[in-house]
Nanobody, 117 residues
Framework: VQLQASGGGLVQVGGSLRLSCVAS????????MAWYRQAPGKQRELVAS???????KYADFVNDRFFIWRENAKGTVYLEMNNLKSEETAVYYC????????????WGQGTLVTVSS
């Protein structure tokens, strides 16, 4: 199984970015998929998740600025981020759970988002 995240980059405060993550290697796809982030010197934290059926959850700090969705046929999960803040500079990681056992989790390599003020 491989997860390949992309879409990170440099954006100004208040700007927007769209992250993508392609998951491959499972013939039947994946269970819940999610985006996490890890800022320098901080622990990794959940940003948003989406179930196989499309139910979503967001961290409190999102405040309706981010939107997560997925295309199961493509094994892809997206994260649209709007009104970004400087403190949201971090490496963003995608995550996917096995359909058979949600204790089995796969991680992508991360994509760096830098929000400049």
């Amino acid at each position: 199984v491989q997860l390949q995240a992309s879409g990170g980059g440099l954006v100004q405060v208040g700007g927007s970015l769209r992250l993508s993550c392609v998951a491959s290697g499972s013939a039947i796809g994946f269970g819940t998929m999610a985006w996490y982030r890890q800022a320098p010197g901080k622990q990794r934290e959940l940003v948003a998740s989406i179930s196989r059926g499309g139910s979503t959850k967001y961290a409190d700090f999102v405040n309706d600025r981010f939107f997560i969705w997925r295309e199961n046929a493509k094994g892809t999960v997206y994260l649209e981020m709007n009104n970004l803040k400087s403190e949201e500079t971090a490496v963003y990681y995608c995550n996917a759970k096995s359909v058979y056992d949600d204790r089995i989790t796969y991680w992508g390599q991360g994509t760096l988002v830098t929000v400049s003020s």
